[in-house]
């Protein structure tokens, strides 16, 4: 199984940015995709992002235009540029990786974003 561990969470104003990491070890090498979702305790759990194997992204309407998905394939990283943030990004978020069989994985810690008005 893949393991993924995120990072780069934190707080910022209305207006900001915050970029996002996700370290898979191997996804890259294995084909896999990635995925963001976000989780709050009102809305649950929503799809945020992914990037596939190829590179090919895609992105929940309320974040076209101010969040970009992208990877490194030298470090095995996914990362989650978010600009323009809004009080209503505010939640914890995941990454997991999709595909292959072989891509399955155990959901991460997840990283805090907290966004102030």
């Known amino acids: 199984q893949v393991q993924v561990v995120e990072s780069g969470g934190g707080s910022a104003q209305a207006g900001g940015s915050l970029r996002l990491s996700c370290t898979a070890p191997?996804?890259?090498?294995?084909?896999?995709?990635m995925h963001w979702y976000r989780q709050t305790t009102r809305n649950g759990r929503e799809w945020v992002s992914l990037?596939?194997?190829?590179?090919?992204?895609s992105y929940t309407d309320s974040v076209k235009g101010r969040f970009t998905i992208s990877k490194d394939k030298a470090k095995d990283t996914v990362y989650l540029q978010m600009n323009s943030l809004k009080p209503e990004d505010t939640a914890t978020y995941f990454c997991?990786?999709?595909?292959?069989?072989?891509?399955?994985?155990?959901w991460g810690q997840g990283t805090q974003v907290t966004v102030s008005s």
């Open positions: 997991k990786t999709y595909g292959f069989q072989w891509c399955a994985g155990d």
């Open positions: 990037i596939s194997n190829s590179g090919s992204t």
């Open positions: 191997g996804f890259t090498s294995s084909n896999c995709g």
